[in-house]
């Protein structure tokens, strides 16, 4: 069992803290559900190898919603040509 299972419990709590416009306790109960894998396999987003398994994000429940999934080059700070030339500097080795 995925360690995530009673994310469905906090949608509420969190839309009240957030305040989505246009989500009711009611319409988020209403949505329908994906597991991150699925959703990982369906948009094409490549999962780490370390956190794609059934008791971390590939076992999450999310909502489905039309999610895009985004490459890291488009979610990058960076253009890749730039990051390439700053990555040594600006990453922590350990």
Do not use: C
């Amino acid at each position: 069992m995925a360690t995530h299972a009673n994310y469905a419990r906090r949608l509420p709590w969190l839309e009240k803290k957030i305040d989505f416009p246009g989500w009711t306790k009611q319409s988020i109960h209403s949505m329908t559900e994906i597991k991150i894998s699925a959703w990982a396999e369906k948009t094409g987003v490549a999962l780490d190898k370390q956190y794609a398994t059934e008791e971390r994000e590939s076992g999450t429940m999310a909502l489905e919603d039309g999610v895009p999934g985004y490459s890291p080059e488009i979610l990058g700070a960076l253009p890749p040509a730039e990051w390439e030339l700053k990555k040594n500097k600006m990453s922590l080795k350990t």
